[in-house]
């Protein structure tokens, strides 16, 4: 195996595993410092040089995050494979997370020397050998989808637009994702040659109420959802008396929508476990647990893989960086509740009881992992709280806004044209995040409302768009910050059945121990069932506002507590759809399949067939113009119709219309 | 160490030692909190969450596991508090199988007794009827109405002798009527029988459409 930057330069390196040196991080860069030698520094330039082009000069980066293998990034990096035997290529071959730029997975980074990197966008297999012949050697990028940067040294470079211009990508603050899609996940070499582990080796030599300090100064406040300073959840945790300590990564994310913390995870695990280090160092916790959801292998493997990395290298185990701080992690995968995401029913699955939230007070940072000391914080906290110690606190709290500094990764799914995961300035207004990141609604289909927080969180009307994103304005209009998941609704979407889905969701996965959430739930998700089928009453109204705010008030955790925020939102915001579907028995947005009937356009019908051959009732039949017609006494209302209907001929009705 | 933190409930200041519980604190001032759940000692799982008890700045804490450490101060009975406690005690109501006429707890039920002090709805009147089990008047074929009539009255008509003619209004939840009927038809009761008694009183009753609704399915199942 040929040196790495991981390995000691020379003799004259005194870094051992058994008495590791202070600033082995900082050496890896600009060293060797204990010495002077100019082949070692020349050592270090030609790694880092192979790290960006390859050891032969050129390089072809596939990414392997679970969004882009969804999309066929394997059977890419199989042709990949082939083509550059085939052809004969120098090239390496390596992998890499990805940018949260769901829309052009999978994608292609291709760099060679003298050569701009060019990304090319929606790769298919059998596009990769005319890719990495026109790149590699007719040095043309004139179909790539961006370039990172431009040399004039290809022809087709003007053509092509530059990563950094493109909206999307300029008007994000990529901090604490600045790895994602980058550096290769697995290689801690990587990580370490983009500066990572800087912020840990600068905690050690801050000491641990210093690095709290910095913390504090930086105003972090935790990414999970509620927004706690982080800075005084670890002093709290640090005050106490009782030891031993811990410390836990709260990976267990479950909110439909999000995927931040897995992208992260997936892209850029050595930031995590560097973070959750620095974090068990402040407070003085020497385990440290992360917990994975099970439903999330990929994320759950590369943590694993980069725990053992970290320990193999001294970055984890006894007497880190000669610091005299012991700290391991061990990843800890759940058995896939979406309570287990709330930090007392976590420890208690930890300790290997049944996943049950318990009453807090005693928080966790006095009584937490077997009634010890902890602090539990998201993982894009952590990673967040390694970047701050890397980067200084100041230049972290320049960004964002009074209250809460810095940024935040959210992820923008539903009825737009980019779904992705962006991070954004906190403050930024969720405009700019859905209509000039994700590009807005697709052709035809308005914004009307956008859910924010997941199936806790609420809906937002589209005429609140402008609202900024942060904590106190999301709870204000009656949504919650989340983990950062943004569900974009389309004016196809009925808002009743829109908050019915969710309770579909939270009372499932309601844990049973207290009552306002175990029963008002299901009680509201049969209310909304109801009015949906259009058989709800004005008192059924009055009894779902009374039973959500019981539930949001009375409820022991917070999946209670937040879970009729879907319903009170839609109450407070689209309260004509909830009347039309009571007073006039008809659906708006044509989705309640008992308020609908469906009808055949005679004009439009081309009398194809399709509709009829479909039909999974037999409701469709020919009539004597040859065209068709729907029976509705057999109709089963599934749609297939709809969909099929090469003209669009076949149309939904509802209220006094569909009679 | 301090030795004693003084706990203030609706006004009420008691002294107690650190680590007394709201609600023990509650009962040394002498003021009645409704819970179900707890079980010192074996249970403090605050699962019932009718016992929570609200800070003056609004905050709620179960007082059955939240510990007094310094002088704190809590409100135990305001008007929205007993709102949230009769809405979730009906949550609780709503799906546990009411069938006091056979149910052995009935005399030392706490959901009996909470739905008084709730004023909560729905619970029939067999719950209060002073007869024991074996002595019920249905199985001497006397009938009563206790099965399908709303409680609330401390069966003063079993009481002093007779049967429940069901003054105070019928029930209204259909599983409890349906188990009602069907027991009634066990017993050798004529459905038709039952409900031309039932509408001496509940004639224009509200809940008496669903009473006759539920009779008659149970009668047509023949």
């Known amino acids: 195996m040929n040196w790495t930057l991981l390995d000691r330069c020379c003799e004259k390196c005194t870094h051992s595993p058994e008495k590791p040196c202070p600033d082995y991080i900082e050496c890896r860069l600009s060293g060797p410092l204990c010495h002077d030698d100019e082949r070692c520094r020349e050592m270090r330039r030609q790694r880092l040089e192979e790290l960006r082009y390859g050891e032969k000069g050129a390089k072809i980066k596939v990414p392997m995050a679970s969004c882009t293998l969804a999309t066929g990034a394997e059977a890419v990096y199989h042709a990949v494979e082939d083509a550059v035997k085939n052809m004969g290529l120098e090239a390496t071959i390596t992998i890499s997370g990805c940018h949260g730029l769901d829309f052009i997975d999978p994608w292609l980074e291709l760099s060679a020397k003298g050569m701009p990197t060019a990304i090319y966008a929606n790769v298919k297999p059998s596009d990769v050998p005319r890719i990495l012949e026109e790149y590699f050697v007719k040095r043309d990028v004139s179909r790539a989808f961006a370039l990172k940067e431009r040399v004039g040294a290809a022809s087709g470079e003007d053509k092509v637009p530059l990563l950094g211009e493109l909206g999307f990508w300029a008007k994000q603050y990529k901090w604490v994702s600045r790895n994602c899609g980058v550096v290769n996940p697995e290689s801690l070499e990587e990580y370490v040659a983009s500066g990572g582990y800087r912020g840990l080796s600068r905690a050690f030599k801050l000491g641990p109420e210093a690095t709290i300090e910095e913390i504090l100064k930086s105003g972090l406040r935790g990414r999970g959802g509620a927004g706690f300073p982080t800075g005084m959840k670890w002093r709290i945790t640090r005050q106490q008396k009782a030891t031993p300590k811990y410390v836990i990564a709260n990976a267990d994310e479950g909110d439909p929508g999000a995927f931040m913390n897995r992208l992260l995870a997936e892209s850029d695990p050595f930031r995590i476990i560097e973070g959750l280090t620095i974090a068990g160092y402040a407070i003085g916790a020497n385990q440290g647990y992360i917990f994975v959801r099970a439903e999330k292998p990929l994320m759950a493997k590369r943590l694993q893989k980069a725990v053992e990395e970290a320990r193999r290298c001294g970055l984890l185990g006894k007497n880190i960086l000669g610091s005299g701080f012991d700290f391991d992690i061990e990843v800890i995968l759940s058995a896939g509740a979406f309570v287990c995401g709330e930090e007392t029913a976590m420890i208690a699955a930890i300790e290997g009881k049944r996943a049950w939230p318990r009453q807090r007070p005693p928080y966790p940072a006095e009584k937490g992992l077997w009634g010890k000391p902890t602090a539990i914080n998201n993982v894009e906290t952590l990673a967040h709280a390694a970047t701050i110690m890397a980067e200084g606190a100041e230049k972290f709290a320049a960004i964002g806004t009074e209250k809460t500094k810095g940024t935040k990764m959210f992820c923008v799914t539903g009825a737009v044209k980019r779904v992705g995961a962006y991070e954004v300035p906190i403050g930024t207004s969720i405009r700019v995040l859905v209509e000039e990141l994700a590009g807005g609604a697709p052709e035809g289909v308005k914004v009307k409302a956008v859910q924010i927080g997941g199936p806790s969180g609420g809906c937002i009307p589209a005429n609140l768009l402008d609202l900024p994103l942060d904590y106190e304005t999301l709870q204000g209009a009656g949504a919650i910050m989340g983990s950062g998941g943004i569900v974009v609704i389309g004016h196809e979407n009925c808002m009743v059945d829109v908050a019915k889905f969710f309770l579909t969701f939270t009372s499932a996965e309601s844990c049973g121990k207290c009552i306002p959430c175990r029963v008002g739930l299901r009680v509201m998700w049969s209310i909304l069932d109801k009015i949906t089928k259009g058989e709800g009453t004005e008192e059924d109204l009055q009894v779902l506002r009374q039973v959500a705010e019981t539930v949001r008030s009375a409820s022991l955790c917070a999946l209670g507590g937040t879970a009729p925020n879907p319903v009170l939102s839609t109450l407070r915001y689209f309260m004509d759809e909830y009347a039309a579907h009571i007073r006039e028995k008809l659906c708006p947005a044509l989705v309640c399949s008992a308020l609908i009937k469906y009808r055949i356009d005679e004009e439009k019908c081309i009398a194809c067939g399709q509709c009829a051959m479909n039909c999974p009732a037999s409701a469709i039949s020919k009539i004597e113009s040859g065209k068709y017609r729907i029976d509705e006494s057999l109709c089963i209302k599934c749609g297939v119709c709809y969909t099929v209907c090469p003209v669009k001929a076949v149309y939904k009705v509802t209220g006094a219309r569909a009679g | ?222």
């Not at chain 2, 009411?98 to 909470?114: G, M, N, P, T």
């Not at chain 2, 008084?116 to 009147?125: A, C, R, S, T």
């Open chain 2, 1 to 222: 160490m301090i030795s004693v933190v003084k706990v203030k409930i609706d006004g009420k200041v008691v002294e107690v030692e650190p680590g007394t519980t709201v609600l023990e604190a509650a009962e040394k001032a002498g003021i009645e909190i409704p819970r179900l759940c707890v079980v010192p000692g074996l249970y403090e799982g605050s699962s019932c969450r009718l016992c929570l008890v609200k800070t003056p700045a609004g905050r709620l804490f179960p007082s059955c596991n939240y510990r007094v450490y310094r002088d704190e101060e809590f409100l135990a009975s305001t008007p929205d508090l007993w709102e949230m406690r009769r809405v979730n005690f009906e949550l609780l109501l709503k799906f546990h199988r009411i069938e006091c006429w056979a149910c052995e707890r009935k005399s030392s039920c706490s959901l009996v007794e909470l739905s008084k002090e709730l004023l909560v709805d729905g619970i029939p009147v067999c719950s209060e009827c002073p007869l024991p089990p074996n002595e019920c008047l249905l199985l001497k074929g006397e009938l009563c109405l206790g099965m399908i009539a709303q409680s609330g009255c401390n069966a003063e008509c079993l009481v002093s002798g007779g049967e429940c003619w069901g003054c105070r209004g019928p029930i209204t939840r259909e599983d409890i009527l349906e188990r009602a009927f069907t027991h009634y038809r066990e017993l050798g009761f004529d459905v038709k029988e039952v409900i031309g008694k039932a509408e001496i009183y509940w004639n224009s009753a509200p809940g008496f459409a669903t009473v006759k609704k539920v009779a008659e399915r149970v009668a047509g199942r023949g």
